[in-house]
């Protein structure tokens, strides 16, 4: 009995391990989003979810952020959610 109590603890702690390692790991989908011409903006809400992006800037929200990574042809990554 102590032993099946140990191993599934042991599949509960990996477990959950694996979760957050894929929870941390999320990026953000823009691929609905296209790259436009020099001078015209996509509109966007008024939504504050803040984004952090790999040049170090915030952006505030998936569409302005999705607008950047298609204006820089992609070189702006994901790193995580919330200020920079």
Known sequence: MKGVAVCLFLMLTLISIFYVESVSEEKVDCKGYEKLP???????????????????????NK???CHAVKQS????????????
């Open 38 to 60: 020099p001078g015209v903006n996509r509109p966007c809400t008024l939504e504050l979810r803040p984004i952090c992006g790999s040049d170090g800037k915030t952006y505030p």
């Open 63 to 65: 569409c302005a952020f």
């Open 73 to 84: 042809d992609e070189k702006i990554k994901f790193s995580h959610e919330g200020q920079c």
